[in-house]
């Protein structure tokens, strides 16, 4: 897909990889749609830098977890666009053990709900809402964002990072991915990008990272591959690359973990065997 002049719905642009994601495109002639909610301060610094481009980017307050605020969202698109090419599905809320504790605190009585309704349920409801606008354009273009906490759960080094609900719901939109793809056929490409520990996501700059020990951190890092973890900028790349390049791709999951769910186990020598053995 020639993404300059296309529209775009990116989720989550306030920070971290949404802002990453929403600025890559930005920088290659894409309109934005960008949503916001909470962290009022990290709002502010999206639409001061989001203002100052020459597109006409497009700010909308919305709780996406509500049916009627992504109505008013999509009617805005509608207004404003003719049609949606690209949507960015990057919306999650997961309570990290190490910062939240047991579900079972009086602290946590909506968490598990909450990472629910917004890591799972609300993508559903911004992609349902989004689609006629989708099939409008020539080509559309769909990217879930997930964690490899659907594959780890709370285990092991993951299991200070990663609580149960937000590992459940990640597993739930490998389904809707597969799904989508399918309703979105063949217009509509659907794909998702399965994410390890990244830098703003679950990584340095969040709480959790920072709560763990230095020997928890290292943990981390010694059982990931390529020994370090994610960047937003190498998110955003990736998510160029499927709309850009991977026109024969719809319905895949990829993982840009550092190689996290393989562990970082070597691969030990091959043995002799017994086999030659057995006659002696």
């Known amino acids: 897909m020639d ?3 296309k529209t775009a719905l990116v989720l989550g642009a306030s920070r971290g990889i949404g802002r990453a994601i929403a600025r890559t495109l930005a920088q ?18 999206m ?11 497009i700010f909308i307050k919305a709780d996406l977890r509500k049916t009627g605020e992504v109505e008013q969202l999509v009617q805005t698109i509608k207004r404003e666009a003719d049609g949606l090419d690209i949507l960015i599905n990057n919306i999650e809320r997961g309570g990290m053990p190490i910062v939240h504790g047991a579900y079972t605190l009086d602290i946590n009585r909506d968490q598990w709900q909450r990472e629910m309704e917004t890591t799972l349920h609300a993508k559903w409801l911004v992609f349902n809402g989004c689609l006629p606008l989708l099939k409008q354009c ?13 594959l780890t759960g709370r285990a092991g080094i993951a299991g200070l990072l990663f609580n149960d609900g937000y590992a459940a719901a990640n597993r739930g939109v490998e389904t809707l991915t597969r799904t989508w793809a399918k309703l979105g056929a063949p217009k509509i490409r659907v794909n998702e990008i399965m994410l390890g520990i990244i830098d703003t996501r679950h ?3 969040t709480r959790g990272w920072e709560a763990l020990s230095a020997e928890q951190r290292q943990q981390v ?32 999951t990829l993982r840009l973990d550092g190689g996290f769910v393989l562990s970082n186990e070597g691969v030990p020598p091959m043995p002799q065997g017994i086999l030659g053995k057995e006659s002696d």
Not at 28 to 45: A, I, K, Q, T
Request: hydrophobic share 40%; proline share 6%; with cysteine.
């Open 3 to 5: 993404i300059y002049g």
């Open 203 to 205: 990584g340095a700059g």
């Open 47 to 57: 639409i001061d830098e989001f203002s100052s481009m020459d597109m006409e980017h």
């Open 28 to 45: 290659n002639g894409v309109r934005l749609f960008l949503p916001w909610h909470d962290w009022p301060g990290d709002v502010e610094s």
């Open 221 to 252: 890092l010694d059982h990931t591959p390529v020994g370090r973890t994610g960047t937003p900028e190498e998110v955003a790349e990736t998510v160029l690359f499927l709309i850009e390049k991977a026109d024969f791709m719809t319905g895949a």
């Open 138 to 150: 020539p080509q559309g273009c769909v990217i879930n964002l997930s964690s490899v906490a659907a």
